[in-house]
């Protein structure tokens, strides 16, 4: 006697495969050491794959960096993982981004419950993120165009990320931090990319502490000319 086999629509069939990536992704970053719950839970709500190039749809559940126009890098989930990590995001934070890119980092902050001022110097890729964000629906986020890195008179925030690499961190940057304030990033030593914590003390005084490598590219000054 034989018995019915349950049967998956075609809806069903993706719904499930896509269960079965996300999970993996997820698994996959726990292996590599990234264990805090609350950052995996918003890893696994935001879809990379909303935020990645279309020709590299197939690729944006692994933990590679993707190219991305303007000539610039969507960074790998493992090296954003390790900066969100130390950024240290409480829900109700103002935090300042530079380097929206494809605004995939800046629906993670929203996920963490952060406010969140991001700045891209390309307006090709702020446009892109604009609608990537509105497709995951993302939270409260005010997108500029222009230098992450120049002087902002009145602003202050909670938090600040910058999504790439620098030789040195512009005093223009952390003077925004208040008191309990710090900022993450990636500060080139010998060459090489390490992650940077700075942190704003009691006093006002910054406490720099210096970590592992990171895959990242350069954090470039400025508005672009063009695109």
Sequence with gaps: ??????????????????????????????????????????????????????????????????????GQTMTGPRTVAAMLLALGVAPGQRI?????????????????????????RFNTLAESAAQHLKIVEAGKVRMEVGDGL???VRDRFDRILLNGARAEIPEAVTS???????????????????????????DGELKRSLGGLLRISPLVTGIAATL
Excluded: N, W
Aim: aromatic letters at 4%.
């Design 1 to 70: 006697m034989s018995r019915d086999m349950p049967f998956l629509s075609d809806a069903e069939a993706r719904d499930e495969q896509e269960a079965i990536g996300v999970a993996s992704f997820i698994l996959s970053l726990r292996a590599k050491g990234i264990r805090d719950t609350t950052l995996l839970r918003a890893m696994e709500l935001v879809p990379r794959e909303v935020f990645a190039p279309r020709r590299f749809t197939d690729l944006a559940k692994t933990d590679v960096a993707l190219p991305l126009a303007c």
């Design 96 to 120: 300042l981004e530079v380097g929206t890119g494809t605004g995939y980092v800046t629906a993670l902050l929203t996920k963490l419950g952060a406010e969140v001022t991001t700045v891209e």
């Design 150 to 152: 120049a002087i902002r």
């Design 176 to 202: 925004l931090l208040g008191p309990g304030g710090r900022l993450v990033g990636a500060l080139t030593v010998e060459g090489a990319p390490h992650l940077v914590q700075i942190d704003c003390l009691a």
